[in-house]
Every structure is written in structure tokens, then in C-alpha cells.
């Protein structure tokens, strides 16, 4: 069993096992950009990618890939249909 996750990094259970006091600063940080886009939306009844990316301070690949995972899991809706300029909502 190794103690590094995918990235090479050390893994929580290197921090469990230490010594010495854990530098917290080390522990890789869960994503954020769901969480953000959760509260965005909430606030907003449409939401563009450029929109989401001004108002969670993630890039713009992160927001999309995060729409896109939303909506394979039937959380959000595209709502124009279209490649370009599209618009998405919160499922009901």
C-alpha cells in the first residue's frame, strides 16, 4: 500500500502516520468549484460559464467540467440546446 494519491503527493494516511505536528498547508484540499457552483446557483436562475467563472473565481475548464459532471448527474439542465453561448439551470 502506497501513501501517495494519483498526483505523487502524500496521501492523508502519510499525515495520520507522522510523528511530528501536521502542517496542514500539505493536506490536499477537496475541490471547490461544485460547492462554489451549488451556491451560484442557488442565486441565480440561469447561469452561462463565463458568468460562473466571474462569480466563483474558478477557471473556466473547471466550471465546465463541473456543469457538465452536474449535469450527467440530473443536478443541472442545459436550457439553450446550443454548442456555444449556453445557459444552465438548476433541475426541479
Not at 471547490?32 to 451560484?40: D, E, G, I, Y
Not at 462569480?55 to 463541473?66: P, Y
Not at 446550443?82 to 426541479?92: A, D, E, F, K, P
Amino acid at each position: 500500500m502506497t501513501n501517495s494519491n494519483v498526483s505523487g503527493k502524500p496521501g492523508l494516511v502519510h499525515f495520520i502516520n507522522k510523528p511530528e505536528p501536521i502542517n496542514w498547508s500539505e493536506i490536499p484540499r477537496p475541490p471547490l468549484t461544485p460547492h462554489a457552483l451549488r451556491a451560484v446557483l442557488t442565486e441565480w436562475p440561469l447561469l452561462s460559464a463565463p458568468m460562473a467563472e466571474a462569480l466563483t473565481g474558478a477557471s473556466r475548464a473547471a466550471v465546465q467540467r463541473n456543469l457538465a459532471w452536474m449535469e450527467e448527474k440530473g443536478l443541472v439542465r442545459e436550457m439553450t440546446g446550443q454548442g456555444r453561448y449556453r445557459m444552465w439551470r438548476v433541475t426541479s
